[in-house]
């Protein structure tokens, strides 16, 4: 795994400086981090934003996420730092649920299998390998 390729898609998709992503599935004291700070997002909107690993379990992650502004490239970018984790977790799957608003925090786990329970609380996204490669494809 390059410990740089999310920092690496976002800077191919849009005119944005980056701070790389620090990751490593081997060490655990190595947390993964993806801030990126853009002049304007798509829609103008200045967009600054860091996901940030906090806690790093053998089963999951809780991730910290601090934006500011960005219209929909924030969802996009949120989805694409999540990814980014998920493969320096050396995951093909990951289920982010959202466990707190304020801050926003979402708790990540690695489920083998596709078959994922309903949601019953707080939001929650299922990412698998294929949809991190489409989004990565489509905005090359």
Known sequence: MQPHFTASLLLAVLP???AAANSSASAPESLYTLSVRAAKSED???LTMTIRETRRAPDFSIVHVEYVSGGSASSLLLV???CGLMHARD???AVAEQISEHPV???MTFPTSAKVEEPGGLP???L???DCAR???RHE
Do not use: K
């Open 124 to 126: 929650r996204m299922v």
């Open 135 to 137: 989004i990565q494809e």
């Open 91 to 93: 995951h093909e799957l």
């Open 128 to 130: 698998s390998e294929s």
């Open 80 to 82: 694409r730092g999540l």
């Open 105 to 107: 925090e979402f708790r």
């Open 44 to 46: 103008g909107t200045p």
């Open 16 to 18: 944005w400086s980056a």
